[in-house]
Each structure stands twice: as C-alpha cells, then as structure tokens.
T-cell receptor
C-alpha cells in the first residue's frame, strides 16, 4: 500500500537550473496538492488540482508550474530555480469526500545554490 | 477567507505533564478543523478532525480537541505527555466542501524526561 510517493527525496540545484518533482498516488484520489514547508512559515499551498487535466494556483505559485495529465500523477516544475525556492516540498492528495483528510508524501528536500 | 493562528512556535513539557497546543481560526462559514502531526523527516499525518458531529473530538495516540465556536478555538490536548509525542503539530481549517485547507505555522512540541 504505497499511498503518496514523491521522487526524488533530495536534490541540489544551481541557480537557473530546471527540474521536475513527481508525485504519484495509488488511491484514485481526485484532489492533489503541492505545498512548500519553510521554518516558521508552516505549509503554504503552491498549486493544486481538482481532477485530471485541471490545475489551479495556490498561495505561492510564482516560479512554479504544474501538470496533471494522469489522475494518479501531479508534477511540479521549476523552470529556473532560485535560492528562494530552497525548501521542503510536500505532495498530498484526498478523495474530497466529507472533507476527508489529506494523505501526504514523505517530502522532497530541495536546495538551490 | 479563512486563517489559522497557532499560539507558540514551541511548547516544552515534562514527560507525564499535560499537553496543550493552541489553535484559533477565522472562517466566514462553519469550518472543518484538523490537527496533523509531523514526525522528523516525515510527511504530515492526521491526528483528528472536527466536522460538526461532536464538539469534543478524540484522535489517535490519546490526543483530543474541543471545538469552541464562541472562542473560535480548536485547542489540542493530551493528559500525559510521552517522549514519543515530540513532533511538529499543525492546525488546519477548510470551508465545508472546499477541500483546500489552510495550515497554521506549526507548533513544535518538546518533551523532557
């Protein structure tokens, strides 16, 4: 029972480089989210998706793009990484039934030098 | 708009002492409220949730929270702290049907022997 799987777990980038973070869930959930976690800031929503083929901006979307081509996958892209994007990134998903809980992945530690 | 305020970024207790983590919310409609816990190097997992069925909610690991509408609060308590309770705790609020929770900044619980 995998749940929500994030890859990679760690990554170091140089300023200006690009990368894609992959989130996969095997629970047939409709909603998927990308959050970033920074010390003292809690979790802030970057982008989210309410179903295959749809995405929407969250609280801090600048510098990120997302895609949900398949229901089980939600990709987060950084086109030109900046040091301000150094953070821990969490993916989550939910079935969106009666305000069900979010299921979280184990996170991706990203450092941008 | 909805928001969550967690009072105290760090709470320190002795093993066996009462744990009280404070959460106040603002919401324009009746809210759904959640407490999540994050152990080191892990994603968040649900402790408990309030969805209007009962004002006192019992969660896992002996934690409980009471919804007080008049005080717009949803404080988390545990009668007797255990060393294994040391973690980061997040309060979250969402509007019924929105499935887009807003998280507080988190409270780090430190448990001393």
């Amino acid at each position: 029972n995998a749940g929500v799987t994030q890859t990679p777990k760690f990554r170091v980038l140089k300023t200006g480089q690009s990368m894609t973070l992959l989130c996969a869930q095997d629970m047939n959930h409709e909603y998927m989210y990308w959050y970033r976690q920074d010390p003292g800031m809690g979790l802030r929503l970057i982008h989210y998706s309410v179903g295959e083929g749809t995405t929407a901006k969250g609280e801090v979307p600048d510098g990120y793009n997302v895609s949900r081509l398949k229901k089980q996958n939600f990709l987060l892209g950084l086109e030109s990484a900046a040091p301000s994007q150094t953070s821990v990134y969490f993916c989550a998903s939910t079935a969106a039934l009666h305000n069900e809980k979010l299921f979280f992945g184990s996170g991706t530690q990203l450092s941008v030098l | 708009a909805q928001s969550v305020t967690q009072l105290g970024s760090h709470v320190s207790v002795s093993e066996g002492a009462l744990v009280l983590l404070r959460c106040n919310y603002s919401s324009s409609v009746p809210p759904y409220l959640f407490w999540y816990v994050q152990y080191p190097n892990q994603g968040l997992q649900l402790l408990l949730k309030y969805t209007s069925a009962a004002t006192l909610v019992k969660g896992i690991n002996g934690f409980e929270a009471e919804f007080k509408k008049s005080e717009t609060s949803f404080h988390l308590t545990k009668p007797s702290a255990h060393m294994s309770d040391a973690a980061e705790y997040f309060c979250a609020v969402s509007k019924g049907g929105s499935y887009i929770p807003t998280f507080g900044r988190g409270t780090s619980l430190i448990v001393h022997p």
